[in-house]
């Protein structure tokens, strides 16, 4: 149901390790979780160290789009950083979704560093049972062909 849009994310990983910060031009990429629960997909997008209100997710036709930007913390003068290795700047994810899911009623929470979205499946792709009915030419009353 979902559609991996980043076929070279190690890449592009290891290419943010060595040329920085993601910007709103050139966002980095962020590590995710899909799979189905019941009647609905799940997506989780790790994101310690951002604040709620720095996650934007939007929905346009079947591009699921999220972008989340991990400010430097608040510091004084006194402090002299010493290593610092936990990636500032822009993160984005974009995720193709199929016609099945209904993307009116995405809900999604924030816990723990942990963006989690869930999709649910769209009724009309939901598996049923179709019955059959009893049309003129079935029945027990039977007709005699006069020749």
């Known amino acids: 149901m979902l559609m991996r849009t980043d076929p070279f994310h190690e ?14 031009s050139r ?12 009647d609905e ?7 310690p ?13 079947n591009m699921l789009t999220v972008k989340a930007e991990r400010r ?11 290593l610092s290795e936990r990636p500032l700047g822009v ?11 209904d993307t009116e009623r995405i809900q999604a929470d924030y816990d723990a560093g942990v963006l ?9 792709a939901k598996p049923r049972k179709i019955s059959i009915g009893a049309g003129a030419g079935t029945g027990s009353g039977r007709k005699e062909i006069a020749g």
């Open 49 to 61: 160290g951002v604040a709620a209100d720095a996650i934007d997710i939007d929905v346009e036709r």
């Open 11 to 24: 890449l592009d990983r290891l290419a943010q390790q060595l040329v920085g910060p993601g910007t709103w």
């Open 116 to 124: 989690t979205l869930r999709i649910p499946i769209a009724e009309r």
């Open 27 to 38: 966002p980095s990429a962020m590590p995710m979780d899909a799979y189905r629960e019941g």
């Open 72 to 82: 430097p913390a608040a510091r004084t003068d006194d402090v002299k950083m010493e």
């Open 41 to 47: 997909y799940v997506v989780a997008f790790d994101l």
């Open 91 to 101: 993160f984005s994810r974009q995720i193709v979704l199929a016609d099945s899911l």
